[in-house]
């Protein structure tokens, strides 16, 4: 796995099962503390339970929206204050975006995304090694 994030924890938020155990399986393999929620208010329960460094967030769940986490999570904080958020949407609107970066997101990936790019993104948040696998070495 080219990413290493020994000892971090991360919350993965998404409703979609696949997704869910996906991105699971990719944080595990690289080493971090994985917990999941399905829905947003489990998300909230989880925060406050696991109080994790990292949060991958659905934008569109049922029970509460991404946005709805966010206002509770982090009212008034700005991007990069932990808890680090990389909210994830299959929704390509640019003003969804924009509120998502307002309410403190600190980056925002269309799905489907890159693996690579997510945990690159994550490495980068939380001071972790991510090794490029289409760089030589």
Same mark, same amino acid.
Do not use: W
């Given at each position: ?22 991105? #699971? ?11 999941? &929620? ?24 049922? #029970? ?6 966010? %206002? ?6 700005? &991007? ?10 299959? *929704? %390509? ?16 990936? *269309? ?9 690159? #993104? ?6 972790? %090694?991510?090794?490029?696998? %289409?760089?030589?070495?």
């Amino acid at each position: 796995m080219p990413a290493r994030l020994d000892g971090r924890s991360v919350l993965v938020v998404d409703d979609d099962p696949d997704v869910l155990n996906t991105v #699971r399986m990719a944080f595990d393999a690289a080493g971090a503390k994985v917990s999941t &929620a399905n829905d947003g208010n489990k998300a909230l329960e989880m925060a406050r339970k696991v109080d994790p460094d990292l949060i991958v967030l659905d934008m569109m769940m049922p #029970r509460r929206s991404g946005f709805l986490v966010m %206002e509770t999570l982090k009212p008034n904080k700005a &991007a990069g204050t932990r808890p680090y958020v990389i909210m994830i949407t299959a *929704n %390509e609107g640019k003003r969804h975006e924009l509120y998502a970066r307002h309410l403190g997101v600190d980056d925002y990936l *269309n799905k489907p995304f890159s693996m690579d790019r997510l945990l690159e #993104r994550a490495c980068e948040l939380l001071g972790g %090694e991510f090794i490029d696998p %289409e760089k030589p070495a």
